[in-house]
């Protein structure tokens, strides 16, 4: 059986709403019907890059996630108003829409912490709420329930990625994701299960920088970072961090590889430079 399924995904990046709409069994089948991207508004925006520095000061999932009760909501009817525009520009009944996989915002990912009881990771995102609101079943929480059964949490990509190897007829095959962190799927064989793991940062840090720097949270078409020059000892020193060095499955916070030890040396650097 086939279920038409709305997507909504917003990732580390933070820079907007992805919306698109699929066909799938929900295994092996997918096929995309129409996509959409819509704006966070900019307080909005400024909101969540506050929430990324006071999320990493809490403890537990449950305290985060009361902590930004009043942002949860905002980001959910933004996703919702996203929702509704897109179906008013596909002339789109909701009423057509089996479900809404609803990834949430993504303000803090401890998957790996030596106590295990200790790791958690949090997404905002109230599915409820939607799901009232359009009344479409909306299925969300990924990442935790992800965690629950044992796994990271992240990356999710890697379904996806396995639905889409149905149509390639050579293996084995690699697919690399580069969204505010990075990663990578393997699949050997058809019918595989897809090896996956966060395989290091992606355009968050440069997101980041260009942001501190200039005002604007991205490097448009790569264009400043093509006209700087390698810095060789900080990225070595980047490149022995001891994620590199561990055994998959695993995964990364957005804020991983954040710069704070080499703020001195990165500070030296010019805008073409440090992007």
């Known amino acids: 059986m086939n279920y038409k399924a709305i997507g909504l995904m917003s990732g580390t990046s933070m820079d907007g709403i992805d919306v698109a709409l699929i066909e799938t ?10 996509s959409f991207e819509g704006d966070y508004p900019q ?7 506050i929430a990324l520095i006071e999320a990493q000061d809490f403890q537990s999932a449950e305290s985060c996630k009361s902590a930004f009760r009043n942002l949860e909501e905002e980001i959910t009817i ?3 108003e996203a ?20 990834h949430g915002q993504t303000i803090l990912h401890r998957p790996n912490l030596k106590n295990s009881d200790q790791s958690f990771t949090v997404q ?13 079943s909306t299925v969300y929480d990924f990442r935790t ?4 059964a044992g796994g990271e949490g992240a990356p999710l990509a890697p379904i996806y990625h396995k639905a889409l190897s149905s149509k390639v007829e050579k293996y084995p095959l690699c697919f690399v994701n580069i969204g505010g962190v990075s990663n990578v799927t393997y699949i050997e064989g058809e019918g595989a299960d897809p090896i996956a793991f966060d395989c290091g940062p992606g355009n968050a840090l440069i997101d980041d920088w260009m942001f501190e720097h200039i005002g604007m949270a991205y490097d448009i078409d790569g264009a400043t970072a093509a006209k700087g020059r390698v810095n060789e000892a900080i990225l070595d020193e980047l ?4 994620y590199f060095s561990r055994p998959a499955p695993k995964s990364l916070d957005r804020n991983t590889f954040a ?14 430079d440090g992007a």
Request: negative net charge; without cysteine; aromatic residues 4%.
């Open 25 to 34: 069994d929900g295994h092996n089948y997918a096929k995309h019907l129409a």
């Open 43 to 49: 307080d909005l925006k400024q909101s969540l890059r």
């Open 78 to 80: 933004a996703q919702i």
């Open 83 to 102: 929702v509704e525009t897109f179906a008013k520009r596909e002339n789109l009944k909701l009423s057509e829409i089996d479900l809404i996989g609803f």
């Open 124 to 136: 905002l995102g109230d599915g409820q709420l939607m799901a009232d609101s359009l009344g479409v």
């Open 145 to 148: 329930h992800d965690m629950k």
């Open 239 to 242: 490149m022995s961090h001891e």
């Open 259 to 272: 710069p704070e030890d080499l703020s001195n040396s990165i500070s030296a650097l010019s805008l073409e």
